[in-house]
């Protein structure tokens, strides 16, 4: 018998070293230096997905598709605001940085939003001309860095968010790095030319719940309570964070879960801290109960937003409206196939180019790179969130109609049944099939 | 000179009054009374109006402020005239922690000392303290001028940018990247406006200056201890 008829066993690939591990394990060994990049977490975490809606049955009787009305209208910041903002549509245009995003990919954001009938938000960075002038309504972000901020800027805004948190680096601060300082960019925050820049990761002049109360009070003071203010918090303790931005005194909160998209971070920070958004919601909205305060203080949910079923599963579970950056990025071109050989030039692919960081985005969104920055269109791409906008919403009406409702808001949990054990337990939604969910009382 | 009675009055009131001076008005000398301590006095104010308050503040005393002249007669609670843009704001006592924080101009002078995270992010803004400053001041400090009369803290103008920090006295330590740098003549002529337009008795020759070494401006792995 020769050798070669001995069965031998057959390579197997580690499940604990993968082939994607072992590459950062390389890459860490030549370069020195964490990995960078944008977008969310891509790991698997329960979400929407996992969860169904059961639809109208003999005891729940659903509106006739085109003809019974489903309204879709929010007012945010109706707590002690003049001025709550008033949206056609649940669905808003999530805080990005210029700097993070060209001037024409800010100005497609206003422009699409502004047609749906929803509020765009600033950034890391300031207000540009270039969003102020498009967006009918403006969310003017206060972030720990403050670069850009001046109170002429926050009279102009229609509402004011104060930045706790982001989903993606529950404490973690902004970064951008020199590639992407132009001459504008630099000017705007302060800063030379060309250097990595880290924004800071904490407010400068307040810390803890009892300051930020000081902090609301002091914006209020400024803008004579007229718009609302928003408290933007991670996926961190959901409970608790929204226990306190409600006492300090928030007109909104604003909760974005660990698959929210960032700019640029660490990857180690977006895929390992912070909690799935499923996973937020209940606990978010039960704090908002427990102070009598539903409805009254308004919730925004964001993170891994995509699809007219989201936004209604979210709304289901509690959620007032909800927010979308990545999603509104892709709207507007980005990661778009047609670019796959630029893609590949830079050793990514389509849909998985997150090297947003480098400014060199084939798509012209996440650059500062005058040429590129050209392949944006703004009122094209502005007309395209605006279709994929009003589809989410069609989508969700349609959703909201087959569960017998007449207002997305009269979506509720008993709506919902979830596929996964662990999305029972998030979403505090009976497994299908059951009447249990794990932690549910009485089992 | 117009009298406003903060705790007979409220908050609201005196904010709104001051929010309604225009650069036209007559009305340019404002006294607030009985401020004891309250936050948010006299914030976002954008007029060339002078306000005096006459006792000490809380939190946030003249925070955004434009154009205006401010003076606290007592000591100021944290961050006084955070986010300055423009005017003055003179603080007569002590100024609690982050005082001037993310100020993008005007000027700021402190007539006692000034506690921790002094000039915190600063942007712009010109901060004269007469007495000492606390620890971890000019942090991240991105423009503008810091000059203590007195002594500085620990870890002064840590992760430090572009502002220029100027001390008389001594210095506890350096923060990361921040450096001892020559006084040049033209450093002098800013110490001679500034001292002067903030009433200090100092001579701008007495006092060393501190920047930013640059070296942490793109990241390199062998000074990751220093982030
Ligand atoms: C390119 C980009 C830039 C962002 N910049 C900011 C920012 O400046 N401030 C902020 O609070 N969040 C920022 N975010 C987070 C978004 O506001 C939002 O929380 C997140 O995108 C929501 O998750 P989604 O991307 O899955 O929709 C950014 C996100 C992206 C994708």
Same mark, same amino acid.
């Given at each position: 018998?020769?050798?070669?008829?001995?069965?031998?066993?057959?390579?197997?690939?580690?499940?604990?070293?993968?082939?994607?591990?072992?590459?950062?394990?390389?890459?860490?060994?030549?370069?020195?230096?964490?990995?960078?990049?944008?977008?969310?977490?891509?790991?698997?975490?329960?979400?929407?997905?996992?969860?169904?809606?059961?639809?109208?049955?003999?005891?729940?009787?659903?509106?006739?598709?085109?003809?019974?009305?489903?309204?879709?209208?929010?007012?945010?910041?109706?707590?002690?605001?003049?001025?709550?903002?008033?949206?056609?549509?649940?669905?808003?245009?999530?805080?990005?940085?210029?700097?993070?995003?060209?001037?024409?990919?800010?100005?497609?954001?206003?422009?699409?939003?502004?047609?749906?009938?929803?509020?765009?938000?600033?950034?890391?960075?300031?207000?540009?001309?270039?969003?102020?002038?498009?967006?009918?309504?403006?969310?003017?972000?206060?972030?720990?860095?403050?670069?850009?901020?001046?109170?002429?800027?926050?009279?102009?805004?229609?509402?004011?968010?104060?930045?706790?948190?982001?989903?993606?680096?529950?404490?973690?601060?902004?970064?951008?790095?020199?590639?992407?300082?132009?001459?504008?960019?630099?000017?705007?925050?302060?800063?030379?030319?060309?250097?990595?820049?880290?924004?800071?990761?904490?407010?400068?002049?307040?810390?803890?719940?009892?300051?930020?109360?000081?902090?609301?009070?002091?914006?209020?003071?400024?803008?004579?309570?007229?718009?609302?203010?928003?408290?933007?918090?991670?996926?961190?303790?959901?409970?608790?964070?929204?226990?306190?931005?409600?006492?300090?005194?928030?007109?909104?909160?604003?909760?974005?879960?660990?698959?929210?998209?960032?700019?640029?971070?660490?990857?180690?920070?977006?895929?390992?801290?912070?909690?799935?958004?499923?996973?937020?919601?209940?606990?978010?909205?039960?704090?908002?109960?427990?102070?009598?305060?539903?409805?009254?203080?308004?919730?925004?949910?964001?993170?891994?937003?995509?699809?007219?079923?989201?936004?209604?599963?979210?709304?289901?579970?509690?959620?007032?409206?909800?927010?979308?950056?990545?999603?509104?990025?892709?709207?507007?071109?980005?990661?778009?196939?047609?670019?796959?050989?630029?893609?590949?030039?830079?050793?990514?692919?389509?849909?998985?180019?997150?090297?947003?960081?480098?400014?060199?985005?084939?798509?012209?969104?996440?650059?500062?790179?005058?040429?590129?920055?050209?392949?944006?269109?703004?009122?094209?791409?502005?007309?395209?969130?605006?279709?994929?906008?009003?589809?989410?919403?069609?989508?969700?009406?349609?959703?909201?109609?087959?569960?017998?409702?007449?207002?997305?808001?009269?979506?509720?949990?008993?709506?919902?049944?979830?596929?996964?054990?662990?999305?029972?337990?998030?979403?505090?939604?009976?497994?299908?099939?059951?009447?249990?969910?794990?932690?549910?009382?009485?089992? | 000179?117009?009298?406003?009675?903060?705790?007979?009055?409220?908050?609201?009131?005196?904010?709104?009054?001051?929010?309604?001076?225009?650069?036209?008005?007559?009305?340019?000398?404002?006294?607030?009374?009985?401020?004891?301590?309250?936050?948010?006095?006299?914030?976002?104010?954008?007029?060339?109006?002078?306000?005096?308050?006459?006792?000490?503040?809380?939190?946030?005393?003249?925070?955004?402020?434009?154009?205006?002249?401010?003076?606290?007669?007592?000591?100021?609670?944290?961050?006084?005239?955070?986010?300055?843009?423009?005017?003055?704001?003179? &603080?007569?006592? %002590?100024?609690?922690?982050? +005082? /001037? @924080?993310?100020?993008?101009?005007?000027?700021?002078?402190?007539? *006692?000392? $000034?506690?921790?995270?002094?000039?915190?992010?600063?942007?712009?803004?010109?901060?004269?303290?007469?007495?000492?400053?606390?620890?971890?001041?000019?942090?991240?400090?991105?423009?503008?001028?810091?000059?203590?009369?007195?002594?500085?803290?620990?870890?002064?103008?840590?992760?430090?940018?572009?502002?220029?920090?100027?001390?008389?006295?001594?210095?506890?330590?350096?923060?990361?990247?921040?450096?001892?740098?020559?006084?040049?003549?033209?450093?002098?002529? &800013?110490?001679? %406006?500034?001292?002067?337009? +903030? /009433? @200090?008795?100092?001579?701008?020759?007495?006092?060393?200056?501190? *920047?930013? $070494?640059?070296?942490?401006?793109?990241?390199?792995?062998?000074?990751?201890?220093?982030?």
């Amino acid at each position: 018998m020769s050798d070669n008829n001995i069965p031998r066993t057959v390579p197997i690939q580690s499940a604990t070293f993968t082939n994607e591990i072992n590459a950062e394990i390389r890459r860490a060994a030549a370069t020195g230096i964490y990995d960078i990049r944008g977008g969310g977490a891509k790991r698997k975490v329960p979400h929407f997905d996992d969860l169904l809606f059961l639809g109208a049955s003999v005891s729940r009787y659903p509106l006739e598709g085109y003809r019974e009305k489903c309204d879709t209208s929010v007012l945010l910041g109706t707590r002690f605001a003049k001025n709550p903002i008033k949206l056609d549509i649940p669905i808003t245009i999530a805080g990005m940085s210029f700097g993070a995003l060209s001037g024409p990919a800010k100005e497609a954001l206003g422009r699409g939003a502004s047609m749906a009938g929803t509020s765009t938000t600033t950034g890391d960075g300031g207000m540009t001309q270039e969003e102020r002038g498009h967006s009918t309504q403006l969310v003017y972000q206060y972030l720990p860095s403050r670069y850009g901020m001046n109170p002429n800027d926050l009279r102009k805004a229609d509402a004011i968010e104060i930045v706790v948190g982001q989903g993606a680096k529950p404490g973690g601060g902004g970064m951008l790095l020199g590639q992407k300082i132009s001459d504008r960019v630099a000017e705007m925050r302060t800063l030379p030319k060309g250097i990595d820049q880290r924004s800071s990761c904490r407010h400068p002049d307040w810390t803890g719940p009892d300051d930020l109360e000081i902090k609301i009070l002091e914006l209020r003071e400024i803008t004579n309570g007229r718009i609302p203010i928003y408290v933007k918090i991670a996926g961190a303790r959901p409970y608790f964070d929204t226990t306190l931005a409600i006492k300090a005194g928030a007109d909104v909160v604003v909760l974005d879960g660990m698959q929210g998209g960032t700019a640029a971070t660490q990857d180690v920070f977006i895929e390992h801290v912070g909690q799935p958004t499923l996973a937020c919601i209940r606990p978010a909205v039960q704090a908002l109960q427990d102070l009598g305060m539903h409805r009254k203080v308004q919730l925004v949910i964001s993170g891994g937003i995509r699809t007219g079923a989201d936004v209604a599963k979210a709304m289901a579970l509690g959620a007032d409206a909800v927010s979308i950056g990545t999603a509104a990025m892709i709207a507007i071109g980005d990661n778009d196939p047609k670019w796959e050989s630029e893609y590949q030039k830079l050793g990514s692919t389509t849909g998985a180019y997150d090297d947003w960081h480098e400014g060199m985005d084939p798509a012209g969104i996440t650059t500062q790179n005058p040429e590129l920055m050209k392949r944006v269109d703004p009122v094209d791409a502005g007309r395209r969130l605006r279709n994929y906008l009003k589809v989410m919403t069609l989508e969700a009406q349609t959703i909201a109609r087959a569960c017998g409702h007449n207002h997305l808001h009269n979506l509720e949990p008993e709506d919902l049944c979830a596929l996964t054990m662990e999305a029972a337990a998030m979403a505090r939604v009976p497994l299908a099939g059951t009447d249990w969910y794990p932690g549910k009382a009485g089992f | 000179m117009q009298t406003y009675d903060l705790e007979a009055n409220g908050l609201r009131g005196l904010n709104e009054t001051l929010h309604a001076q225009s650069g036209a008005t007559n009305q340019t000398a404002w006294e607030v009374v009985n401020p004891k301590g309250s936050h948010a006095i006299a914030v976002g104010l954008d007029a060339p109006i002078e306000v005096t308050v006459k006792g000490s503040t809380g939190y946030y005393c003249a925070g955004m402020n434009q154009q205006a002249t401010i003076r606290v007669e007592g000591s100021a609670g944290p961050g006084a005239a955070e986010n300055m843009m423009s005017g003055t704001v003179i &603080i007569d006592g %002590d100024a609690s922690q982050y +005082a /001037g @924080a993310t100020g993008h101009g005007g000027l700021l002078v402190i007539k *006692g000392n $000034a506690s921790s995270r002094c000039g915190i992010s600063m942007k712009g803004i010109d901060i004269v303290v007469h007495g000492n400053i606390g620890h971890m001041s000019a942090f991240m400090a991105q423009a503008g001028n810091l000059v203590v009369c007195g002594d500085a803290g620990d870890a002064l103008g840590d992760s430090l940018y572009e502002a220029r920090l100027f001390v008389r006295g001594s210095v506890k330590s350096l923060g990361a990247d921040c450096i001892e740098k020559e006084l040049r003549p033209e450093h002098i002529e &800013i110490l001679k %406006d500034l001292l002067g337009r +903030a /009433g @200090a008795d100092a001579k701008p020759e007495e006092f060393k200056r501190y *920047g930013s $070494a640059r070296q942490l401006y793109n990241f390199d792995v062998d000074n990751a201890a220093a982030y």
